[in-house]
């Protein structure tokens, strides 16, 4: 489904041809998403699907295509719109994007990050809007980061990626939480931090004092002074940040979202940021999707929103699309996914 990039266009058209007619492919071409029983008409038959992230796939979904149903391929990392043991039970492969979209997601959480401590949605309100008076050096003052601790939950490709854009800006402690310890990437971490303290010692990036450590999420909360989330949506992540810890935050905490909305509580996130425990947020995403116009949170001064951009660039949606096709073929013909759940 979905209108893709004209280059998957033309590897659509050559793939046609090659398979000679063994396929046919149905596109959906509306900008609107089906809806749900759209949905279910247009699967019915398919050997394989293409899907969307906003697409639901489930028992109802895989019963509506039918027997002859192989593969679903997701243009997307994430895969929690999938019931994947449903699919699994039933002999279905999964196909995913993981890889491709790391260095787009990881500039999107250091661009959220960047905007909620520097207070760039109050700065850009402030010059639309003619609030920009004379310079003044008490107005919109932010926070940096130099010696400061970065919360990492979730320390997969994205995860790392983050926290190698971030340390730089002078991060002297990573902490981070997930199912296991990843001992290579602190050392790697490790290694950047070393390589840019040398020519930044003024900024308080001093070699000896640089620390990666493996944590519980409850510690990372309460030690970090940013915490970013960069975990996948699932049962256990489900309101990760919720109002029984909102308030164990450093005061002063930042909380930045590239993940996926549900993981946050959004009225804990809210009484963290009405309460001032927390300085602000950083959110691409929302629960739910998209986040309403008159939403508390959207117009909250401190509360930086981006509406699901983490993968959206040229090169990456391009590349996005050539795997999920390359999957859904894959898996079509009989053969190894590329990248799969
Ligand atoms: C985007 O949110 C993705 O999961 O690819
Ligand atoms: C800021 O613009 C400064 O000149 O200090």
Same mark, same amino acid.
């Given at each position: 489904?979905a209108?893709?990039?004209?280059?998957?266009?033309?590897?659509?058209?050559?793939l046609?041809s090659?398979?000679?007619?063994?396929?046919?492919l149905?596109?959906?071409?509306?900008?609107q998403?089906?809806?749900?029983?759209?949905?279910?008409?247009?699967?019915?038959?398919?050997?394989?699907v293409l899907?969307?992230?906003t697409?639901?796939?489930?028992?109802?979904?895989?019963?509506?295509?039918?027997?002859?149903l192989?593969?679903v391929?997701?243009?997307?990392?994430?895969?929690?719109?999938?019931n994947?043991?449903?699919?699994?039970?039933?002999?279905?492969?999964?196909?995913?994007?993981?890889g491709?979209?790391?260095?787009?997601?990881?500039?999107?959480?250091?661009?959220?990050?960047?905007?909620a401590?520097?207070?760039?949605?109050?700065?850009?309100?402030?010059?639309?809007?003619?609030?920009?008076g004379v310079?003044n050096?008490?107005?919109?003052?932010?926070?940096?980061?130099?010696?400061?601790?970065?919360?990492?939950?979730?320390?997969?490709?994205?995860?790392?990626a983050t926290?190698?854009?971030?340390?730089?800006? +002078?991060f002297?402690?990573?902490?981070?939480?997930?199912?296991?310890?990843?001992?290579?990437? =602190?050392? *790697? %971490? $490790?290694?950047?931090?070393?390589?840019?303290?040398?020519?930044n010692?003024?900024q308080?990036?001093?070699?000896?004092?640089?620390?990666?450590?493996?944590?519980?999420?409850?510690?990372?909360?309460?030690?970090?002074?940013?915490?970013?989330?960069?975990?996948?949506l699932?049962?256990?992540t489900r309101?990760?940040?919720n109002?029984s810890n909102?308030?164990d935050?450093?005061?002063?905490?930042?909380?930045?979202?590239?993940?996926?909305g549900p993981?946050?509580?959004?009225?804990?996130?809210?009484?963290?940021?009405?309460?001032?425990?927390?300085?602000?947020a950083?959110?691409?995403?929302?629960?739910?999707?998209?986040?309403?116009?008159d939403?508390?949170?959207?117009?909250?001064?401190?509360?930086?929103?981006?509406p699901?951009? +983490?993968?959206?660039?040229v090169?990456?949606?391009e590349?996005?699309?050539?795997?999920?096709? =390359?999957n *859904? %073929? $894959?898996?079509?013909?009989?053969?190894?996914l590329?990248?799969?759940?």
């Open positions: 489904t209108t893709l990039p004209p280059r998957t266009q033309a590897l659509i058209k050559s046609e090659s398979t000679s007619g063994k396929f046919k149905i596109q959906w071409r509306n900008e998403r089906p809806t749900r029983n759209e949905l279910l008409n247009l699967v019915q038959g398919a050997s394989g899907c969307m992230l697409d639901k796939i489930d028992g109802e979904l895989i019963r509506a295509a039918g027997p002859q192989k593969v391929s997701t243009m997307s990392v994430g895969y929690d719109h999938i994947t043991k449903v699919l699994h039970e039933n002999n279905i492969l999964i196909g995913n994007t993981p491709v979209l790391t260095n787009a997601t990881s500039d999107i959480a250091a661009l959220l990050l960047l905007g401590a520097r207070r760039a949605k109050e700065g850009v309100d402030a010059v639309e809007n003619s609030k920009w310079w050096p008490n107005w919109l003052l932010g926070v940096e980061f130099s010696g400061k601790t970065l919360g990492i939950v979730g320390l997969g490709g994205i995860g790392a926290a190698a854009r971030l340390i730089p800006f +002078g002297s402690k990573i902490l981070y939480s997930g199912s296991r310890q990843h001992k290579e990437k =602190e050392a *790697l %971490l $490790a290694d950047i931090h070393r390589s840019v303290s040398n020519f010692t003024s308080g990036l001093s070699t000896d004092c640089f620390e990666c450590k493996f944590v519980s999420t409850d510690l990372l909360i309460k030690e970090s002074d940013v915490v970013i989330l960069c975990c996948a699932n049962e256990n309101m990760l940040i109002k909102i308030n935050f450093k005061q002063g905490g930042i909380l930045i979202n590239p993940a996926r993981i946050v509580d959004p009225e804990a996130l809210l009484h963290g940021l009405e309460s001032n425990r927390l300085f602000a950083g959110l691409d995403v929302t629960d739910p999707e998209p986040i309403k116009a939403d508390p949170l959207v117009s909250h001064p401190r509360c930086f929103i981006m699901h951009l +983490g993968s959206a660039t090169e990456t949606r590349a996005m699309s050539d795997l999920a096709l =390359e *859904l %073929l $894959a898996g079509v013909l009989g053969d190894k590329t990248a799969s759940v």
